[in-house]
């Protein structure tokens, strides 16, 4: 690969070595291997199940780690545009009809005045018509009504981020799912000095508009909730960006230049690496309720919350014994019953082991970050989810999966496929200190191997396009895991606009 000199200045302008360039290159031009499955995670193997002891005494424990003086932190990626949102909407625009005839149409204009933004709509429908928007549908002006809502001049839903939307209906106004993350974490996340520590990151274009609203809305969030708020924003790096390649494995370069783009959510590891917090609880933007549907919520974090915590001290207490010296034959048998049965983590040779071996293995493996991710049962179809996995280094542990990396070619990892019976939420709990407290650096956990590509056509030439390992997939690969079972009610994603329509988004 020859690299020009304006080629090296762009790489230094974006914080990428040429070593890294070449790397994505390759991968690019190899791909990735199939992950090999042992079994899908499931109830009693791999899946906890929470008793009503264990949800009560998990949530005791959180509701104490509150007021111990620890950091605890909520993280909500939030660098999306909501465009997805709308592509249904967007079609209906494009195809020139004039009136929706059935389905997805239909539904959206069969409840429109159920939305949170609709109050809003019709008061600019007004203005600018001097027509209701009822008064519009009835004389047919549909394409109207959706141009205002996604376009500007109009709303311009469909370049807003999705934390900026009007997603709820509350007495007297609406909510956005930027204010919601903060009613949420008021609720579960405030410590002793009712602090609330927030970070959402957030794409560029966006940030004004997200600092914006954050000064609007702070005191009044502040004073309903009794909180004070600590809220901080960060962009994916560009230093995380990823080159794209032609078919045959050349750089592709737009006027010369070489071509990148955002390395997808596994990007956002970086960011995590730089918070510093005892506790951090991971959950997507749209994914929330309002509060008068929130309790199922607050309980399954507080949970996930305890049980973290209580898992975290057992770890640390193992790390701290295994630091003296090396434990009675008895000990070390307790520790591997931990990382066995807690855990879910084996080795096959871990009975061949001497002491000093199985010493050595065992505070490796404690003295790692931790997460408690919950899992969802899966009432359709089983796709991506947790899975109990081979690792490079001959261990088997929980991995979550997407359904790309399994081999579709493998008998065998289908059948585990179908066999699996939840998926993930992304709802997770973390933490990234070690036993000493001292931040763990978070991409020396990331697994190389777990990356993405895809073929996509960009101004009509195919090129290949590669994702760094997913935030809550390879870029944890090397994490403790703890899978459990959160109620259904607790995953409520608007991944439509039509979703918004839905008893857990109306209150």
């Known amino acids: 690969m020859n690299l020009t000199h304006t080629d090296i200045l762009q790489l230094e302008e974006k914080g990428i070595s040429?070593?890294?360039?070449e790397?994505?290159?390759?991968d690019l031009a190899k791909g990735f291997p199939f992950l090999k499955i042992e079994a899908p995670a499931t109830i009693g193997q791999g899946i906890t199940l929470p008793s009503e002891n264990l949800e009560r005494q998990s949530i005791d424990i959180w509701e104490k780690y509150l007021r111990s003086g620890a950091t605890i932190m909520k993280m909500t990626p939030a660098?999306?545009?909501?465009?997805?949102?709308f592509k249904d909407l967007y079609a209906f625009l494009n195809s020139g009809a004039k009136k929706p005839e059935k389905g997805f149409m239909r539904d959206f204009f069969d409840g429109i005045e159920d939305f949170a933004f609709y109050h809003r709509l019709n008061r600019e429908m007004l203005t600018l018509y001097r027509r209701s928007i009822d008064s519009m549908m009835r004389d047919g002006s549909y394409r109207e009504i959706v141009d205002h809502l996604l376009n500007v001049p109009g709303m311009g839903y469909g370049q807003l981020p999705k934390a900026l939307l009007m997603f709820h209906r509350v007495p007297g106004t609406s909510r956005t799912p930027l204010e919601e993350h903060i009613a949420e974490g008021a609720q579960y996340a405030a410590d002793k000095h009712d602090r609330v520590n927030l970070h959402f990151t957030v794409s560029p274009d966006h940030l004004p508009l997200i600092e914006a609203k954050l000064e609007e809305v702070k005191a009044f969030m502040e004073h309903h909730y009794n909180i004070s708020l600590n809220v901080?924003?960060?962009?994916q790096k560009p230093s995380t960006d990823t080159v794209v390649a032609t078919p045959d494995g050349e750089p592709y370069r737009e006027?010369?230049?070489?071509?990148?783009r955002p390395g997808g959510h596994g990007a956002l590891i970086e960011n995590l690496n730089d918070l510093d917090a005892d506790v951090i609880f991971i959950k997507n933007i749209d994914n929330v309720v309002p509060d008068s549907l929130r309790r199922s919520t607050i309980e399954s974090k507080k949970v996930l919350g305890g049980i973290l915590v209580a898992t975290k001290m057992k770890?640390?207490?193992?790390?701290?014994?295994?630091?003296?010296?090396?434990p009675s034959e008895e000990e070390r048998e307790e520790m591997l019953g931990f990382l066995r049965n807690v855990l879910c983590v084996t080795h096959d040779k871990a009975d061949s082991m001497t002491p000093e071996e199985e010493s050595a293995y065992l505070f490796a493996k404690f003295n790692r970050p931790l997460r408690v991710c919950g899992m969802v049962k899966n009432e359709g179809e089983p796709g991506g989810g947790p899975f109990l996995c081979y690792n490079p280094d001959g261990t088997v542990s929980p991995q979550i999966l997407e359904s790309s990396q399994i081999d579709p070619d493998d008998r065998y990892a289908m059948e585990m496929l179908r066999k699996s019976t939840h998926f993930n939420p992304v709802d997770l709990v973390v933490a990234t200190k070690d036993f000493e407290g001292k931040k763990f650096n978070l991409p020396d956990y990331v697994d190389p191997a777990t990356g993405f590509i895809s073929e996509k056509s960009r101004e009509g030439v195919t090129i290949k396009?590669?994702?760094?390992?997913g935030l809550w997939n390879g870029a944890m690969s090397d994490w403790n895991t703890i899978f459990?079972?959160?109620p259904a009610e607790t995953f409520n994603p608007v991944k439509t606009v039509n979703d918004l329509l839905r008893p857990a988004h109306r209150g």
């Open 79 to 85: 660098s999306g545009a909501a465009s997805r949102m």
């Open 465 to 469: 396009a590669l994702e760094l390992p």
């Open 232 to 235: 901080t924003l960060s962009i």
């Open 315 to 326: 770890m640390d207490a193992y790390c701290r014994q295994l630091r003296k010296g090396i």
């Open 484 to 486: 459990v079972e959160v």
């Open 23 to 26: 790397r994505q290159l390759l």
């Open 18 to 21: 040429v070593a890294t360039l």
């Open 255 to 260: 006027n010369g230049s070489l071509f990148f």
